[in-house]
């Protein structure tokens, strides 16, 4: 296709949104602030029937786009923004966000007390983010990798420091947000290890593996010390950065932990989800600003079908488990007294490892739109989908260089829900979604929550229905809702 001016760009993706709103929905609906029916043609041939089929490809491969929602919460995890990474693609589908794994310290001080300036992981660093800040979009930075004169299991680079040695690892740190925070560099957030909370093992590992077998909070009071020997000297050198808890992997529910095998009336040890509160109960509450933590659907061989079991979520109770690990950790951080902190999903996508057809693809699709819609309503900082590829668990939104159907449910949900000023709940029954306020317009964003089709009664006749991927439906005052999510955008 034809490489459009940027102005062009930006035009398209503003007028792209733009849409109309009729007055509110009745009162006593909670509000957040920003911060199985036949598939397919037996579906079409309820209510609702496609008018417009159209799928989107992208218009621009490389150059500078603006940033145009500061508040935007849609974002990806890629291992370079550089060209010809699809990170392009990314921004014109609405991504402020980019998580990359990340600045290693093993690489970058192999002596200790002498950082290798010239090191391959500082230089990419510096690389990463000049070509970040000319694209406009946010970096959150991992930081991981344990020297060998810092380990304190000496076979394990993923795993904990050595107590003698967590000054020096402030020290680093420091030295870090000196360089890496100032211009023309600008990094504000930065990402403690990735997935502490898995257990120690030997090796290099691209997660942070301080898990202590055995202790009550799972090793997180330990973690809290290094948080307090890192976050002061961090903040010393810039008062602006953002210091986040390294993404928890949160394996299971602690609060009601699941059968584990299902039905055989023995419970899985969750108490690695503990990992927080071990923190906190050290006294690390006031040495982090946010909790970064992951978000994984599991697709169930049907379609609309999904489900994480280990926290008792599915597509037919409490829907995306960002939802049941949302809950969870701001019960934790209230508990503490640490409501102030803010959460963000650092990866969140559905994942399939077999059987993984058109079904898997549609549902993925859809699993995006409910996450991003409830993410918001929820308040999160963002949510980053992992990732674009699909190297893991055929998650991408593109892959063998195909844009998947979940790439074009990611640019219209974010066409759709941002930048609103308020979300409203407006589940009701079988009924989940929400209404998205803006500036003289709303959205709906409706979906089945109990599995199965309804013919549901909207309070007037909308302007448009679209669905997942933007089609244009036609529609009535009446229409059928289920596993697919619905854009309803209604006129004053």
Request: with cysteine; proline share 5%.
């Amino acid at each position: 296709m034809k490489r459009l001016p940027h102005i062009l760009l930006v035009i398209f993706i503003i007028f792209g949104s733009f849409i109309f709103s009729i007055e509110g929905v009745s009162a006593g609906l909670r509000v957040s602030p920003i911060g199985d029916a036949s598939p397919g043609a037996d579906r079409m041939n309820q209510n609702i029937q496609s008018s417009e089929t159209r799928f989107y490809l992208p218009l621009i491969r490389k150059g500078f786009y603006p940033r145009l929602y500061e508040d935007s919460i849609f974002g990806v995890e890629n291992s370079t923004v550089q060209p010809d990474n699809w990170i392009n693609e990314m921004i014109i589908a609405g991504s402020k966000w980019v998580r990359i794994n990340g600045l290693i310290w093993s690489e970058a001080e192999p002596v200790e007390g002498q950082i290798d300036w010239q090191s391959d992981t500082i230089k990419k660093m510096e690389k990463e983010l000049l070509e970040a800040n000319k694209l406009g979009v946010e970096l959150i930075y991992i930081v991981r990798g344990t020297p060998e004169w810092a380990r304190k299991y000496p076979a394990s680079e993923c795993g904990p420091i050595k107590e003698e040695k967590l000054a020096a690892f402030g020290d680093f740190m420091g030295q870090m947000v000196a360089h890496f925070s100032a211009s023309p560099y600008d990094l504000i957030y930065w990402e403690m290890g990735n997935e502490p909370d898995v257990a120690v093992i030997d090796g290099e590992w691209v997660y942070g593996c301080w898990g202590e077998m055995g202790d009550e909070y799972y090793g997180g009071g330990y973690y809290g010390e290094m948080l307090k020997q890192a976050y002061p000297k961090m903040k010393t050198e810039n008062q602006d950065i953002e210091v986040l808890v390294g993404g928890l992997l949160l394996d299971c529910d602690p609060v009601n932990p699941p059968e584990s095998p299902p039905g055989s009336g023995e419970f899985k040890d969750c108490t690695s989800s503990k990992f927080l509160q071990g923190i906190l109960e050290n006294g690390g509450g006031p040495y982090f600003d946010g909790v970064s933590f992951h978000s994984y659907g599991y697709y169930q061989g049907g379609l609309g079908k999904y489900s994480n079991n280990n926290w008792h979520s599915s597509w037919d109770t409490t829907g995306p488990v960002v939802n049941a690990k949302t809950s969870y950790l701001k019960d934790v951080l209230e508990n503490y007294e640490q409501s102030d902190k803010y959460l963000i999903s650092t990866e969140i996508s559905l994942v399939c490892d077999t059987g993984c057809t058109d079904d898997f693809e549609a549902t993925k699709a859809n699993y995006l739109a409910q996450a991003y819609a409830d993410s918001s309503f929820l308040g999160l900082r963002a949510a980053i989908w992992y990732d674009i590829r699909g190297n893991w668990r055929n998650n991408g939104l593109i892959q063998d260089n195909e844009f998947m159907p979940a790439y074009e449910a990611y640019r219209i949900s974010h066409q759709e829900i941002e930048p609103a000023q308020q979300v409203i709940d407006i589940s009701d029954g079988w009924l989940r979604g929400y209404e998205f306020q803006f500036s003289g317009h709303r959205v709906w964003v409706i979906w089945s929550g109990d599995g199965l089709g309804h013919n549901y009664s909207l309070p007037g006749t909308p302007f448009n229905v679209k669905d997942v991927f933007g089609n244009v439906l036609t529609h009535s005052q009446t229409i059928y809702v289920d596993y697919d999510v619905l854009y309803i955008e209604w006129l004053p």
